[in-house]
């Protein structure tokens, strides 16, 4: 079975920065996409960032143009979110996410098969 771990969530000050690491089972990674969601009390989860295994372009959503930045490293078969200039409003769990083997990559939550069990991540002001 493929599955996805999230880890290095934490509680930190406005300003400050963390970096998510999304660690995955390796055979699925070839032809799909990887993405992080986020997701706070009360909302629904929303697409943060994305990229495709074979390499290309990365998106964002506007909120966090500038300040996220994803990457992989394929040898690890691990993603991760730098996260820096973090703001309250950033405060949610933070799900990993992948797709089955997939020419495009989505932004839409419906279109991935593979969550994590998400990481909390707490921006204080």
């Known amino acids: 079975q493929v599955q996805v771990v999230e880890s290095g969530g934490g509680s930190v000050q406005a300003g400050g920065s963390l970096r998510l690491s999304c660690a995955a089972s390796?055979?699925?990674?070839?032809?799909?996409?990887m993405a992080w969601f986020r997701q706070a009390p009360g909302k629904e989860r929303e697409f943060v960032a994305a990229i495709p295994w074979s390499g290309g372009n990365t998106y964002y959503a506007d909120s966090v143009k500038g300040r996220f930045t994803i990457s992989r490293d394929n040898a690890k078969n691990t993603v991760y979110l730098q996260m820096n200039s973090l703001k309250p409003e950033d405060t949610a769990v933070y799900y990993c996410a992948a797709t089955k083997p997939s020419i495009v990559v989505p932004t839409a939550r419906e279109r991935y098969d593979y969550w994590g069990q998400g990481t909390q991540v707490t921006v204080s002001s």
């Open positions: 390796g055979s699925m990674f070839s032809s799909s996409a």
